[in-house]
């Protein structure tokens, strides 16, 4: 299996920062990786797709970048509601894997 | 706009076996991967495993062989996945989601396999 390892595991920052979560795999994955948002209590939610495509809807600020073993996820300006659990999931081969969420408080 | 709604709640005693449903509304159910993820309390995400209805196909997560049958209900929309031999370390939120959409005329799921949306969830709590 893949292994996913995100870093930080937290992050503390406050609003209009930037801020940038690495998701690092066991194996070269190119761009085969997404994000996700999780806020307490509600299910996951599509974020950014093949490593670096927008989910529709979703502000700018998001983005995602990188390729093979190391990729991140980057906030440009954070807003009060993107204080949340963020988790990267490689689609490489099955079993898809996650990491193991980095979560991003005040 | 495909919609994911989940059954509800279950409380499960140790050894015994839970299904869990998933109704989609929207899109062409037949054609994509409704995929089981489950989220333990306090924990990460795990991908458990996946039907194809149209194929009425289904592979699982090599933890789960033995124990888990995922199928799909073409007539009424409807995912199904059943757990058996229920342990406490199965107590977790289940989600059901669209992973992909099969492309009947090449034989394959799209090459870049995403989740979304996402069921309501359901909890699951195994416990005497």
């Known amino acids: 299996d893949i292994q996913m390892t995100q870093s930080p595991s937290s992050l503390s920052a406050s609003v209009g920062d930037r801020v940038t979560i690495t998701c690092r795999a066991s194996?070269?994955?190119?761009?085969?990786l997404n994000w996700y948002q999780q806020r307490p209590g509600k299910a996951p939610k599509l974020l950014i797709y093949a490593a670096s495509s927008l989910q529709s809807g979703l502000p700018s600020r998001f983005s995602g970048g990188g390729s093979g073993t190391d990729l991140t996820l980057t906030i440009s300006s954070l807003q009060p509601e993107d204080f949340a659990t963020y988790y990267c999931q490689q689609s490489y081969s099955t079993p898809y894997t996650f990491g193991q969420g980095t979560k991003l408080e005040i | 706009q495909v919609h994911l709604v989940q059954s509800g709640t279950e409380v499960k005693e140790p050894g015994s076996s839970v299904t869990v449903s998933c109704k989609a509304s929207?899109?062409?159910?037949?054609?994509?991967?409704l995929t089981w993820v489950r989220q333990a309390p306090g924990q990460g995400l795990e991908w458990m495993g996946r039907?194809?209805?149209?194929?009425?196909?289904?592979n699982y997560a090599l933890k789960f062989q033995g124990r888990i049958t995922i199928t799909a209900d073409k007539s009424t929309n409807t995912a199904y996945m059943k757990l058996r031999g229920l342990r406490s370390d199965d107590t977790a939120v289940y989600y059901c989601?669209?992973?992909?959409?099969?492309?009947?005329?090449?034989?394959?799921?799209?090459?870049?396999?995403?989740?979304?949306?996402w069921g309501q969830g359901t909890l699951v709590t195994v416990s005497s």
């Open positions: 989601t669209r992973g992909g959409d099969y492309n009947v005329l090449t034989g394959y799921l799209q090459e870049y396999i995403w989740f979304d949306p």
């Open positions: 929207g899109g062409t159910f037949n054609n994509y991967a």
């Open positions: 194996q070269n994955i190119t761009n085969y």
């Open positions: 039907v194809i209805p149209i194929l009425d196909v289904a």
